[in-house]
Structure formats: structure tokens, C-alpha cells
């Protein structure tokens, strides 16, 4: 898998507009810096934790350039990285059918870099968030959701859905799976061109690739207000996002309402707000957990039945693979996953 050169010169021309504002030597100090300032993947199961670990050098460099010119080191952190990555994608042991999103995710990444105010990216910011895990390797792109590597689950949440949901079964099972050990699936709210049925089969079976490949991982785990058991029946529509999990192995884990889960489940839904204002939908966040050898089974039932659009073209999953129609080796298969890191 190549990066096309065209978004090469794209992320280079990001990387050089920060050069352009300071000493060449200066601003690859600074890009350095933060490099060494991120965190290692198994410290990095907090999502934000890469960005705010670059506090001290974004203060540093917004002292001296501003908001905008913080913005524009950060557009050229992530550039350096995504460039940094590139080589290491050619070589990479990830399946086909995650490596083939790479070239147009790092083209919308340079697209984005290109195009977007700046001033905002940096820590807080969900576009700088997301870009930078993806570009950093903590996260690979999945189609649908972004695929977090070294995702967890609180095992306190196990507790409290005993305590206040009444749900024995639930919390132990939690209790006993949770911990580090989980890929975590994130929406990236500029690209929902995937957000569909179609979409979410394709990105699960690319997650149970990923899972074959490394048999420490215990599933996949999902967060939203749209995983919550009372949706269906307000939004039919979104009913697919937690039935297909939960109709293979998946279980929910109630965590509650807030301010955040309301805003957002009310902000595109006419029908979901008026309820809400109404008094007769309350948003509540559920995690939706999907075991892998649940998950794994439902891939290969998928590609047994060819009932997955398009499963097959999409890697161990299909009987084919995408680029010719060569199987998959079941034994580099489940080579466990590398972890690209900028750190080596
Ligand atoms: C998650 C999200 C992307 C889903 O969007 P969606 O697929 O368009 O689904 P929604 O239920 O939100 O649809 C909103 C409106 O679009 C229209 N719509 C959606 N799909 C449609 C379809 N297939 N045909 C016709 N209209 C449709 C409907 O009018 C619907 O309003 P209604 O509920 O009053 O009928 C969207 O709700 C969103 O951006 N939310 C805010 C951010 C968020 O929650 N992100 C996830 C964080 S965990």
C-alpha cells in the first residue's frame, strides 16, 4: 500500500508553511518535542491523552505565534507524522482491507490541514484529536469508525450498572472482561459517508481481521447515546447500530445521562428533540460490547452466507481478497498486530 504522491506533496506543503513562519531549525525542534512528548500505546487508553500531553509545547509555541500559529504547528505535527508513517504503511502487517483506507484518509487529513481555521486545532479539538491518534497509530481507520488499537473498559462501569441498573449479569461479565485488552470504535462526525448499515458491517469485519491477528485483544466496545436499548423504537432508523451486534454476542452496559449525550442526541433529530422537550426521551449512554469470538463468528457467518454487502471484497472475510484472488494466510493472519508508533 502506497500514499499517493499527490497527498505527499500535500502534507509536505502543510509541514513546510510552519517552517515558513520560524527557523527551519527551530521548527523541527518544536515538532520534535512533541514527538517524544506522546504517549506510549499502552498509556495511551485515555483518547485524549496524546493531545493534552502536548500542553507544554503548545503553550510555548502559542506564546510566541498566537492561537493561529499554534494551530498551524499542530497541522504540521500531524503532517510530520502522517509523513513519518507513510514508508511504514508499505511494510505494514495490517490487513488489506485497513491499509487500503490509508491513502484516502491521509488525503482528507491533508485536505483537511489545507483547508480548515486552524485555530481551534489543538487539544479539545475532536478533528485534532482524531487526526492526530491516526496519525500517530494509535488509531487505524476502520471506514465507518476510526478503530482504536488500545482501547479499555472501566471495570468500575461493571459496578455501577450492578448497582444502578440492576444488571447482575451484566456487571459481572464486565468485571471479569474489563480492563485494557479492547479495540474501541469512534465516529469522526466530518466523514459519514460509511454511516450506514452497509457501512458498520463492512467496518466490523475489518475489526475482526484486526482481532484475528491478535488474540490478546478481547473485542471491540463502542460508546454513544445511540446504543441505548430505547432508541429504536423513537429512531427505527439507527436501530441497525446496536441490532446487528447485539443480535451476535454484543451486550450493553448502561453508564447514564448527561449534558453532552442530550446535546448530541438531540442535535440532528427534529423527532428526538421534540420528545426530549416533550419530557418523553431522555438520551442515556450505553456501551456496546461485542465479545471477540462473537464478533469473529459473526464475520465468518457473514462471509459464509454473503449476506454482508460487499463482504466479498472485503479481506479474510470474503473468498477473495481486494487486489487479486489470492486467500489470506490463516498463519500471517494471526501474527499479532504491530503497533505503528512514531517512537519505532
Ligand atoms: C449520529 C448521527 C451522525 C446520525 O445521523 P443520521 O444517520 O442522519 O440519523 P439521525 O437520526 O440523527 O437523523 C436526523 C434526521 O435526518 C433525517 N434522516 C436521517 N436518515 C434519513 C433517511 N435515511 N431518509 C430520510 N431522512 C433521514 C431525518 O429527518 C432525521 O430526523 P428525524 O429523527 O426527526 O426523522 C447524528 O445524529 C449526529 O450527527 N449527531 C450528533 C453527533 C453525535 O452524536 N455523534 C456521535 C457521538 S457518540
Redesign the pocket.
Known sequence: MTIPEETLTELRAVRAAFDLMLAPSESERLIDAAIRLLPTPEAAADLELPARSLAPIGAEVEATHGVRGRGRYAAALVAELCLRRAPLLERSTLPTSVLDLYPATFARVAAYLGSADLSTYWIGDDPFLKDLRIAAGYTVPGGALDIDLVGRISKKSGLKTMVTSRTFRTGVKVMRMGGSGWFSIH?D?RY?EE?NAHGRDRCYLRIAELLLRDPTVKGMVGT???YDPALPAI?P??AYLQQRPLDAGAFLVRHGRGAIHTE??T??????RKLYEEGKYLPVCFSLVWPRDALIAWAERAAERATVASAASYGRFGPTCRGGNRSYDLAQVRQPCEMPYPHG
Open positions: 465516529l462526525q459519514l454511516f454513544s447515546w445511540y429512531s432508523r439507527l448530541r442526541a442535535l440532528t433529530s427534529e423527532t428526538r
